[in-house]
C-alpha cells in the first residue's frame, strides 16, 4: 500500500466480534486472564497479550501498527513503534534505552527548545552530555563525532531554524562509526518521507502536531526503521538482548524495561484521536505544504517584510534537499520578520483570524513570537546559538482558505507598521 492509504487502513481492518470499522478505544487499566498460568505466561512473554496498559493496550497497538507501516515505506518493515505519551517522551524513552551517564549526544543547533531542555538541563543531571553543531553540512558536522558519540540527533526541518539538514550526509558519517542516527520528524511525517530511506536509524516525532492535526492532544512515537545492528552496535547491553531478540532488541529493551520504567504511556482514547488524524494526514500535509509555499512566497515579496525562512522557496539553501527528499512538500512551519520585535508584538496583536499561541499542526493558523515565549528562559546569546532573533515570528499555517489567511496577514501587516498597501497591490 502506498503511504496514504496506509494512513486509512494500516495496523486495523474491522473488529472481529462487531465489525467496527473504527479501532475502538480499549478505555481499561488492566487486562484479566481465566488462569494463573495464561497470566504468567503472558507476563513472561511465552504467550501474546496485554496485561497492564502502561506496557500495552490493544488501541495504542494499532496506532503503532499503522505508524511503523507507514514509515516503513518502500524499503520494507520496520522493526515497530512504541506511541508515547507526547513528542518529549519518545524523545525521552529514546535517549534513556541508548545511552549511560558519560555518553554525549552529538546534536544539531536550532532544534525544538523543549529537546535542548531535555539534553542540556534534564539528561545533563545524569552525566549525559550534549554538543551542539551546525548540521548543513556532513563534513563539518561529522567532524564533531567525538570517543563519547553515542547517538546523533538531528531534525528533519529544524523548529525553528528552518533548515533541512544534511540527513544523508550525516546518516553516512554516523554508521561509518557505529552510531546509530535518530531523526525527529515532526515537522514531515511520513506521507511526506520515510527518513528511514534517508538513512535514519530511529524515527521520533510528536503526533500532538500533524498526525493528531486538530490540536485535540497530546502524543509521540518512536520507530525503529530496522537500519541499525544492534546485535554489532555500540550498546553492550542491546548486544546481549540480540541475542535474545535480533532485530527487536531496541524496541524489545523499551518496551520490558525502558518504557515501562519511565510511564509514558499514552492514553487509549489520545492513540484513537491520533488514529483519527491519520486518515487524513495526506491530504491535509497537501494543504499546509501549498497553503505555506503560497503565504511564504506572498510574504517573501511584501516591502515590509524582511525576511521569510522556509525550505519551499526557491530562494532557500535548503530548496535542493526539499524537493530531494520531500518532494517539494516543504511543511507547513515557516518564520519571518517584520524588522523589530515591537513590530512583530504588533503584527500578533492585530491578527483576526490566526490564533496567537504555541504549537504547530493544527488545522487553524497559529502565530508564535519564539523569543518571549519557548526561548524567554535563554539568554539573548543562547537564542542567537539556536536561531531564535527578537523580530523572528513563526507561523504554522493551517487548512484554511489561504485566500483569508493572506487577507488577515495582510491587515495585520498593515497595522503593525502603518504600511497601508496589501500584499498584492505592493507585489
Ligand atoms: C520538532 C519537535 N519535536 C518534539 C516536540 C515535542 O512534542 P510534544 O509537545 O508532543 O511533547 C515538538 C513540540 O513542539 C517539536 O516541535
Redesign the pocket.
Known amino acids: 500500500m502506498k503511504p496514504r492509504t496506509q494512513a486509512i487502513h494500516g495496523g486495523h481492518t474491522a473488529d472481529p466480534v462487531t465489525g467496527a470499522t473504527a479501532v475502538p478505544v480499549y478505555q481499561t487499566a488492566a487486562y484479566a486472564y481465566g488462569t494463573a498460568e495464561e497470566l504468567a505466561d503472558v507476563f513472561a512473554g511465552r504467550a501474546p497479550g496485554d496485561v497492564y496498559s502502561r506496557i500495552s493496550n490493544p488501541t495504542t497497538q494499532a496506532l503503532e501498527k499503522r505508524l511503523a507501516d507507514l514509515e516503513a515505506g518502500q524499503k520494507g518493515p520496520a522493526t515497530g513503534c512504541i506511541a508515547t505519551a507526547?513528542?518529549?517522551a519518545a524523545?525521552t524513552a529514546t535517549m534513556m534505552g541508548l545511552l549511560r551517564s558519560g555518553d554525549e549526544i552529538l546534536s544539531a543547533n536550532g532544534i525544538?527548545g523543549?529537546?535542548i531542555s531535555l539534553f542540556s538541563n534534564t539528561l545533563g543531571r545524569f552525566g549525559v552530555t550534549t554538543t551542539y553543531a551546525n548540521a548543513d553540512k556532513a563534513d563539518s558536522f561529522g567532524k564533531r563525532i567525538g570517543e563519547r558519540t553515542k547517538v546523533i540527533f538531528l531534525?528533519s526541518i529544524g523548529?525553528p531554524r528552518m533548515n533541512v539538514p544534511d540527513i544523508e550526509g550525516i546518516a553516512h558519517a554516523a554508521h561509518e562509526r557505529n552510531i546509530p542516527l535518530v531523526v525527529?520528524t515532526?515537522?514531515t511525517p511520513p506521507t511526506i518521507v520515510q527518513s528511514g530511506l534517508l538513512g535514519a536509524d530511529i524515527v521520533v516525532f510528536?503526533t500532538?502536531k500533524y498526525i493528531n492535526g486538530h490540536g485535540t492532544a497530546?502524543?509521540?512515537a518512536l520507530v525503529d526503521t530496522g537500519n541499525y545492528d544492534w546485535g554489532r552496535g555500540l550498546f553492550p547491553d542491546l548486544r546481549q538482548t540480540a541475542l535474545r531478540l535480533g532485530r527487536f532488541a531496541f524496541l524489545g529493551h523499551l518496551r520490558k524495561v525502558i518504557y515501562r520504567d519511565l510511564g509514558g504511556c499514552p492514553a487509549p482514547m489520545n492513540s484513537f484521536l491520533m488514529l483519527q488524524g491519520l486518515e487524513t494526514l495526506g491530504p491535509r500535509m497537501d494543504l499546509h505544504c501549498s497553503n505555506a509555499q503560497r503565504l511564504a512566497s506572498e510574504l517573501s515579496r511584501h516591502p515590509e517584510i524582511s525576511w521569510v525562512n522556509y525550505p519551499g522557496l526557491n530562494s532557500s539553501p535548503y530548496n535542493d534537499r526539499a524537493q530531494r527528499w520531500f518532494g517539494g512538500s516543504a511543511g507547513g512551519v515557516l518564520t519571518f520578520s517584520l524588522g523589530t520585535r515591537q513590530r512583530a508584538m504588533a503584527f500578533v496583536n492585530a491578527l483576526r483570524l490566526a490564533k496567537n499561541m504555541t504549537n504547530?499542526g493544527d488545522a487553524k493558523t497559529l502565530v508564535l513570537h519564539p523569543a518571549t515565549t519557548i526561548y524567554q528562559e535563554y539568554t539573548d546569546e543562547d537564542r542567537k546559538a539556536v536561531g531564535v532573533h527578537d523580530d523572528m515570528l513563526r507561523v504554522s499555517v493551517g487548512i484554511e482558505d489561504i485566500d483569508d489567511i493572506i487577507e488577515d496577514f495582510e491587515q495585520a501587516i498593515a497595522a503593525a507598521t502603518g504600511f497601508a498597501t496589501a500584499v498584492k497591490e505592493a507585489t
Open positions: 507526547s513528542g518529549m524523545i525544538f523543549g529537546t531534525e523548529n525527529d515532526t515537522l510528536s500532538s497530546i502524543g509521540g504547530i
